[in-house]
């Protein structure tokens, strides 16, 4: 069964053109060691909560924009090899694409899928 990867993150509305072409680069490396699609989105109608939402558990500020990525992987097995592989790429090192957004406030899981319809 397939697998995703997936990450939610406040980037700063200034940084979208620079966000856009960071995950175009990452979305190459990992295609590379074996994702079968990647998915960026720029948040249009993400609401504040009282209890739990996307841009509280982000931490966003005034002038961000909550993203939703996610890598999809034929298998869990492909995804550690693949992520391991992606992670060792030079490509892949901040200095040469740092994120144009602040990592701490990155949330990150994997999930094995359950449901597709």
């Given at each position: 069964?397939?697998?995703?990867?997936?990450?939610?993150?406040?980037?700063?509305?200034?940084?979208?053109?620079?966000?856009?072409?960071?995950?175009?680069?990452?979305?190459?490396?990992?295609?590379?060691?074996?994702?079968?699609?990647?998915?960026?989105?720029?948040?249009?109608?993400?609401?504040?909560?009282?209890?739990?939402?996307?841009p509280?558990?982000?931490?966003k500020?005034?002038?961000?924009?909550?993203?939703?990525?996610?890598?999809?992987?034929?298998?869990?097995?492909?995804?550690?090899?693949?992520?391991?592989?992606?992670?060792?790429?030079?490509?892949?090192?901040?200095?040469?694409?740092?994120?144009?957004?602040?990592?701490?406030?990155?949330?990150?899981?994997?999930?094995?899928?359950v449901?597709?319809?």
């Open positions: 069964m397939s697998y995703i990867d997936g990450m939610v993150a406040a980037v700063p509305n200034e940084n979208r053109e620079i966000y856009i072409e960071h995950a175009k680069e990452m979305a190459a490396v990992f295609k590379e060691n074996g994702a079968i699609e990647v998915v960026d989105a720029w948040g249009d109608e993400v609401p504040d909560g009282s209890v739990t939402s996307f509280m558990a982000v931490n500020k005034p002038g961000e924009t909550v993203v939703l990525s996610w890598i999809m992987w034929p298998s869990k097995e492909v995804r550690d090899a693949g992520w391991q592989s992606s992670m060792d790429d030079p490509r892949m090192h901040p200095d040469a694409n740092p994120m144009p957004f602040d990592g701490k406030r990155l949330i990150y899981g994997g999930f094995d899928i449901a597709k319809t």
